[in-house]
């Protein structure tokens, strides 16, 4: 853009160019081999390998779990933390193995080798060489390991890679078959695994055979939500239960922006809305016939709406401008109803939010169709999108061990072992201060940023120790509308595709329209024109046809 | 030619004399060299995925060959054009509206007097270049944006609000003025540096024959500056095809894909971020191939004007 300097970085500049196109290939040009791209689960064959369900009753929550539809149940709720610190694994469960772990950390690397891990080697009874790796470029990170086929003993690999990572290829040449291990009755001799419900294990299976050990599994799994300030809407009178249809909403951003104030209704909705129009998460399947999001009226009507409310001045000019930075207008009370992920909803969140105003209360409209009319239906994501793996390499009684060492890291929460690898060394790295563990500067160092979770952890609780207020909100919340989680087609069958269907997958032509067509710059017809050309030259028709032929005629839906 | 061959000989033979001659300059750029190498010349090998279906768990080795398959999508991509199309217009309003500016604001510098006005001048101009297009283009959107401070003024006096922002029709001109504004001062180092080369016995010489100050500098000044003028063109040229990518990438949503879409930003939303390797290679092969070309024409047209350009065949 400006002017290059003098001739050498002008060179420099040519060459960096050149070598930018190049570099990321040749960093895995030492692999070899045609990788199998697999794994795609059948219900029958998968469920005659998943392992059982024994939930523990060791620990009970305040807010027990309630179940909705089939797999979807709240996440129970815990308003302090247990005083009573059950241990769960009776001895040392390793046997003096040397391994290493590779984990993705989305936060400051830990110092290596720091006595935090040398006293989980301690409890966990093996030498285990944590390697955490920045969580932003784990993806490049990862794939020069698997060409070179020199991945550690055990490894993080996040199910939302599936369809581009061909994680199914590696299942069975580089990553251990734990079937064996884990199947039906098998997995009773690792209660703690055992109580980690039955969908989490299908994150990581391919093929029919179980590979991978799931981690914060969830059974209210959905991509996230409509969330509006709670304080603010009610200090206006307006409560959750008014907002019924999408025309509620609407009006609602009338009543709400303000824009001489600074304040508009909505920040991005897109993400969290779409699928209320009756639009399905990404497929699914009308009279035996597979449908593609993209063909459906129902989300062209979602982006129509959604075009009128930001053409309507609803939405705050920043969002629509692509800035990113809509947590910072939500806590700012600039913009006061938001898209964003359920994992938003917690105690950070409101210790950021209370610190812009001391009232921030963080709410959720329950889940509404778009027309006011019928019972609202929201797609389930996969029970966990962190999934651990264990190399092929390793003999029998190394996974044995490996997985005994699973069953510590997925003790429950509140337990001694909980306590332990979330908190570390009572004294070191946390103090107890009115029942709730507070992290030292130690602690906050060398075990906040969380490592051994990321191998293997119980099912999700809700627990805001020091804001009880959040778990019951959250709480209510999720109780509120656990009825409306249902499971869509493909749901838990792990679908790698092949390069080309993995692009018309990602369909970058149409969601860059669609994010267009939603801050009000282009139109619904200019989407209707991308979809038309990714059907063709895009190859979404080859997808569909590719789906069809290779996972719904041969696995079934998976519903 | 018959001529230059007794001459050979001595030079093969001072070939060792001149080595242990230079032998601190050769080592101290030989790791520069060996940089260059590993990072920049030994990649070039992986140039091969454009014509592979590549897929990084296969490998270079273990990819499909397709020959000129990504080149035929590539070519058959109405967005590809569009980058180019946008990369073209955006390097001209560029050339045309940003060139200038460093040269204006050096002479314009050069003109004050007070060492400490200058130094102070120069400071605040320059200190922008240091900031990242992130912060840069944060500072526009607050000041200009459609919640910012310009537009919330504008809405408190019930005037119309002004779409600066994201208003696709004029997004040329609003990326080349954030460029004015981040590196015009940066720019004016080169110019400078030229203008203090300038003999100032000239200006003295122009001044006691009755020159005023419009035709010394187009007597003097500005043929001074010519050469550097030209080779800073050349270059501009050579890299017509490359006008920038955080800027694009930070500001694409806020005017639409087709508009602010690069060929580099093409290259990573199509290539990279789906994971279409060599899709994105191609793209980046084809910019690499024009740039060459490019950069050897512009070359071609300095020497045409008499002056050296960047190199000297």
Avoid at chain 1, 296 to 314: K, N, Q, S, V
Avoid at chain 1, 376 to 392: C, F, K
Avoid at chain 2, 36 to 57: M, R
Avoid at chain 2, 158 to 171: K, L, R, S, Y
Wanted: neutral net charge.
């Amino acid at each position: 853009m400006g002017i290059e300097l003098n001739r050498r970085s002008f060179l420099n500049a040519a060459a960096t160019a050149a070598a930018l196109a190049a570099a990321g290939p040749l960093l895995s040009a030492c692999g070899g081999g045609g990788a199998q791209r697999a794994g795609v689960n059948s219900e029958s064959g998968l469920r005659a390998a998943l392992p059982a369900h024994v939930p523990l009753s060791s620990i009970k929550p305040d807010i027990a779990s309630i179940a909705g539809g089939p797999d979807a149940l709240t996440d129970p709720g815990f308003l302090t933390y247990p005083a009573n610190r059950v241990a769960t694994v009776p001895g040392v469960p390793g046997k003096g193995g040397r391994y290493s772990a590779v984990v993705p950390l989305w936060g400051t690397i830990p110092p290596a080798d720091n006595a935090f891990y040398q006293a989980m080697d301690k409890a966990l009874g093996i030498r285990l060489e944590m390697k955490p790796a920045d969580g932003n470029t784990y993806n490049t990170i990862v794939s020069t390991m698997t060409a070179a086929k020199r991945l550690p003993d055990w490894i993080t690999l996040p199910s939302w890679w599936n369809p581009n990572f061909n994680t199914g290829g590696l299942a069975g040449s580089q990553l251990a078959d734990l079937t064996p291990f884990l199947s039906g009755d098998n997995v009773k001799k690792y209660p703690n695994l055992a109580a980690i419900p039955t969908a989490a294990w299908r994150a990581g299976a391919w093929g029919d055979k179980i590979y991978g050990i799931p981690s914060f599994s969830s059974g209210f799994a959905i991509t996230g939500t409509t969330f509006y300030r709670r304080d603010v809407l009610e200090a206006r009178g307006i409560t959750a239960d008014q907002v019924k249809s999408a025309d509620d909403l609407m009006n609602l951003g009338k009543e709400l922006t303000d824009a001489k104030a600074g304040v508009w209704a909505f920040d991005d909705l897109y993400t969290y809305l779409y699928t209320s129009f009756g639009a399905p998460l990404k497929w699914k399947v009308d009279n035996g016939k597979l449908v593609h999001l993209f063909q459906t009226d129902e989300w062209f009507e979602a982006l129509d709406w959604l075009h009128r409310l930001a053409t309507a001045g609803y939405v705050h000019p920043d969002a629509l401008a692509g800035d990113q930075a809509g947590t910072t207008r939500f806590y700012a009370g600039k913009v006061l109803i938001a898209g964003g992920g359920t994992g938003a909803w917690n105690l950070a969140d409101h210790q950021n939010g209370v610190a812009a105003n001391p009232a921030y209360r963080r709410g959720a409209f329950d889940f509404f169709t778009a027309d006011g009319k019928g019972t609202p239906r929201v797609d389930m994501g996969p029970a966990t999108s962190i999934v651990s793996y264990l190399n092929a390499n390793l003999k029998p009684e190394q996974v044995e061990e490996l997985l005994a060492v699973a069953n510590y890291l997925a003790a429950p929460f509140g337990s001694a072992e909980y306590t332990m690898v979330n908190f570390g060394v009572e004294g070191t790295h946390f103090t107890t201060e009115g029942g709730v563990p507070a992290p030292t500067e130690a602690g906050r160092k060398e075990v906040q940023a969380q490592t051994y979770p990321f191998l293997a952890s119980p099912a999700q609780v809700i627990s805001n120790q020091t804001a009880p207020n959040v778990t019951k909100d959250l709480a209510a919340w999720q109780a509120a509308n656990v009825k409306a989680l249902a499971k869509p087609v493909f749901w838990g069958m792990n679908v790698s595709m092949p390069q080309a269907q993995a692009t018309a997958e990602a369909a970058q032509a149409v969601m860059d329209t669609v994010k267009d067509c939603y801050h009000g710059k282009k139109k619904v017809q200019d989407v209707k024109d991308a979809v038309a050309t990714w059907k063709g030259s895009g190859g979404g028709d080859r997808l569909i046809a590719w789906m069809d032929e290779n996972v719904l005629q041969k696995h079934g839906t998976g519903q | 030619m018959t001529a230059l061959r007794p001459a050979l000989r001595p030079a093969r033979r001072n070939w060792r004399v001149r080595l242990r001659r230079d032998r601190s300059l050769v080592l101290m750029a030989l790791p520069a060299v060996l940089l260059l190498l590993v990072f920049n010349y030994v990649p070039l090998f992986g140039l091969v995925t454009a014509f592979q279906e590549y897929d990084p768990l296969s490998g270079v080795s273990g990819s499909a060959w397709v020959g000129l398959h990504q080149f035929e999508r590539l070519f058959g991509d109405p967005l590809f054009w569009s980058a180019v199309r946008n990369t073209l217009y955006l390097s001209f309003v560029q050339l045309v509206l940003f060139f200038p500016v460093p040269v204006a604001l050096a002479l314009l510098l050069n003109s004050v007097l007070s060492d400490r006005i200058r130094n102070f001048i120069q400071s605040v101009v320059y200190l922008p270049h240091f900031f990242s297009w992130v912060l840069a283009i944060t500072i526009f959107q607050q000041m200009l944006g459609g919640a910012g401070v310009l537009n919330q003024f504008l809405r408190s006096h019930d005037i119309g609000t002004w779409d600066v922002m994201t208003n696709p029709d004029t997004f040329a001109l609003l990326v080349t003025s954030q460029v004015i504004w981040k590196e015009a001062g940066w720019g004016i180092i080169v110019f400078l540096a030229a203008l203090a080369a300038i003999n100032t016995d000239l200006y003295e010489a122009a001044a006691a024959d009755g020159a005023g100050r419009w035709r010394r500098l187009w007597h003097i000044t500005l043929p001074g500056l010519r050469g550097v003028i030209v080779l800073m063109l050349v270059l501009r040229l050579g890299n017509a095809l490359t006008v920038g990518f955080e800027q694009f990438l930070i500001q694409r949503y806020a005017v639409g894909h087709d508009t602010a879409d690069v060929l580099d930003t093409f290259a990573f939303y199509y290539g990279i971020a789906t994971n279409d390797y060599s899709y994105g290679a191609a793209a980046g092969l084809f910019k690499s191939i024009i740039s060459l070309l490019l950069i050897w024409g512009a070359n071609k047209l300095a020497h045409a004007f008499g002056e050296d350009g960047l190199y000297r065949a």
